[in-house]
Structures are given as structure tokens and as C-alpha cells.
């Protein structure tokens, strides 16, 4: 198996955590916990484990020229992206996080273009609009529900701006991974980010009642913090590592895709010709954005 397909592999695995993210992390909030505390425990959590894994890692020193970017990269990634889309899913629907997140794409490739200066081809652009078309109508036309969502429209602005905020981390953290190893750029990032997210978000977690948490409310906060953030954001900078952030930002839109298949495995929704139009419209357009080497 070549490096490439594992990064493609390690795209589609942080795309199907991000999937069962949008419904999880909902389910947590305001009930046990308010989004900005929520973004404390998240980034403490993932700063403490990526600490402890680097012991087994190489010691990478920093160079002074990336302090910059690397503090730009922790501000749009793990400080403005994570607030603003958990503060977002508090006022919102997780069908109407699914919903933009499909734009998110479309605004990595136009920033790849503009700053990394990445090609543009026929078959990434197809690619894209097939995948953009797929997802979004599968969210748009699907049966949901709508509760505990006290301010959508705001909450809908909100995903807007973590959409841009994420594309720019991707952009901003693209040269580092050439540089760095991904858990270098992980535990300094997290740590910084900490930092950052300390004061925004420390009032909310102090009111958690954390020794009176039930056991389902623990399990999903475990998967936040280990799976949501430790996790996908260490398969996302393997992937960036071998692919284009234009790429990797097409696979946001197995999200909803895969948000779907769970709820059918789980017995909660049912497949129709509807969904399997969207799937194989999602799927080509990955295949069109990946198919060459030349083009990713």
C-alpha cells in the first residue's frame, strides 16, 4: 500500500468521525455542557494525549521563521473553528451543520488556488460539483427533525464562519507538514491553542457538574476529545502531508453521507433511491478529485 493511498485512507477515517460528530456532540449540549467549556475540555484533552505520544516520537525544534504560522494555524484551527462551530451546533441542527459544511470545499480550493497556487483542472473542478451537488442534496431533501435549536439563523452564520475559519487552518498548515512530523505540529498546536481557549471557555467548564455525569454523557465526551480531536485532526495532517488541502477538503463531504449510513445501520432512517443518487455522486466526485497523482 503506498503512502498516498494511506493518506486517502486516513482522509476518509477523519471524515467518517467528523460524520457521527455533528449528531454526538449535539446531544452533550446545553444539557451537561455549554459549547465553550465544551472547546476547553476538547483541547485539553487532545493536548494532554498528543504530549504523552510524543515521547515516542522525534524531537522536532521549532523554527523560529514557522512561530507565526504556527499560532495562526492554532487560532483558525483549533480556537475560531471549534468555538464557533460548537456554538453553532447549541443554537443550530446537526442536518444544518451537515448542510454547510459542504461549502467548505469550494472555499479550500478557492484559497489553494489563490495562495498555494495550486492547478486548476477540469476533473478537480468536476469533481468538486459532483461531490458539492451529492451531499447537498442528500442533506437538503432528507426527512429530519428540528429541536433544542433556539437560534438557527445565527447558528447557521456561525457555520459559515467555521467553514472559512477550518480552510484557512488547512491552508496556513499545509507548508508546516512538508517540514515537521504531524505529532510535532499536533502537540504545539494543541498546546497553544489551550492557551488560547483557557479564557474563553474556562467559566463554562467550571460549571459542569462533572462528578454527577452519566455514563452515556462521559462515553460521548471521551469520543470528542479522543476521537473527534485527537484522532481526525492527527488523520487529517497525515493526509495533508501527501495530499493537496483541496483534496483533503473534498472528503468533508462524506459527512452528511456517512451521517446517513450510520443512522441507517442503527435503524433510524432507511435507504431510498434519493440517497443512493447522492452516494454515487459524492463518491464520483472523490474518485474525479483523486483519481491522478498529478492533480491531488
Known sequence: ????????????????IYGLNHTIAKGLMPTYIQ???????????AAI???LISFWFPREKINKKDVVRLMGCALFGMVVNMNIFFKGLSLSTPINSAV???ISPIIIFLLSVLILKER?????????????????????????????????PLGNTLFLINTTSYAIYLILVKPLTQKYHPITLMKWLFLIAL?????????EFQEVNWLNLPLNAILKMLFVVAGTTFLAYLLNIYALKRL???TLGVFMYLQPLLGVLFAVLIGSDSLNILKI?????????????????TYT
Open 35 to 45: 459549547p465553550y467549556g465544551f472547546i476547553l475540555l476538547r483541547v485539553f484533552g
Open 277 to 293: 443518487v447522492a452516494a454515487t455522486l459524492v463518491f464520483l466526485g472523490i474518485y474525479l478529485v483523486t483519481k491522478r497523482r
Open 100 to 102: 454547510l459544511i459542504t
Open 244 to 246: 493537496n488541502a483541496s
Open 195 to 203: 492557551f488560547i481557549n483557557l479564557p474563553i471557555g474556562l467559566s
Open 120 to 152: 486548476i483542472t477540469q476533473l478537480k473542478v468536476m469533481g468538486i460539483v459532483l461531490g458539492f451537488i451529492g451531499a447537498l442534496s442528500l442533506v437538503l431533501f432528507s426527512e429530519q427533525t428540528s429541536h433544542n435549536a433556539p437560534n438557527i
Open 49 to 51: 494525549l498528543f504530549w
Open 1 to 16: 500500500m503506498t503512502k498516498r493511498t494511506l493518506a486517502l485512507f486516513a482522509a476518509f477515517g477523519a471524515s467518517a
